[in-house]
């Protein structure tokens, strides 16, 4: 089983989770963060004074499946995601040793 977190731009949320909706994806976290890459943030005009904003807003997903879903996955969220300009996010992927479902007690694949 993997973890896929996933970081984009706030405005392809509603893009992304069709894409894996589509593709069978049953269950997806999301959580509203901040945070910059390359490109620093940027400085806005506010009231005539000029202010930097260090932390731009995103989304990330969190998107626990089976390892046999894992390049469906990846590749849905490239594309559904993807803008061409900078920011668009990042991807990682990793391991999860164990999952359990509070509510039946199942565990692993079965608790997906």
Same mark, same amino acid.
């Given at each position: 089983?993997?973890?896929?977190?996933?970081?984009i731009?706030?405005?392809?949320? @509603?893009?992304?989770?069709?894409? *894996?909706? %589509? &593709?069978?994806?049953?269950?997806? $976290?999301?959580?509203?963060?901040? +945070?910059?890459?390359?490109?620093?943030?940027h400085?806005?005009?506010?009231?005539?004074?000029?202010?930097?904003?260090?932390?731009?807003?995103?989304?990330?997903?969190?998107?626990?499946?089976?390892? @046999?879903?894992?390049?469906?996955? *990846?590749? %849905? &969220?490239?594309?559904?995601?993807? $803008?061409?300009?900078?920011?668009? +996010?990042?991807?990682?992927?990793?391991?999860?040793?164990?999952?359990?479902?509070?509510?039946?007690?199942?565990?692993?694949?079965?608790?997906?």
């Amino acid at each position: 089983m993997k973890l896929v977190s996933a970081i984009i731009k706030p405005f392809k949320l @509603d893009e992304v989770r069709e894409a *894996l909706s %589509a &593709i069978g994806v049953q269950g997806i $976290t999301v959580t509203e963060v901040k +945070g910059f890459g390359r490109q620093k943030g940027h400085t806005e005009l506010y009231r005539g004074a000029e202010y930097v904003v260090d932390f731009l807003p995103k989304v990330k997903l969190e998107i626990a499946i089976p390892e @046999d879903l894992l390049e469906v996955v *990846l590749e %849905a &969220i490239e594309n559904a995601a993807r $803008t061409g300009k900078i920011g668009d +996010g990042k991807i990682f992927v990793m391991d999860l040793e164990q999952v359990v479902r509070i509510r039946t007690g199942e565990t692993g694949a079965d608790a997906l």
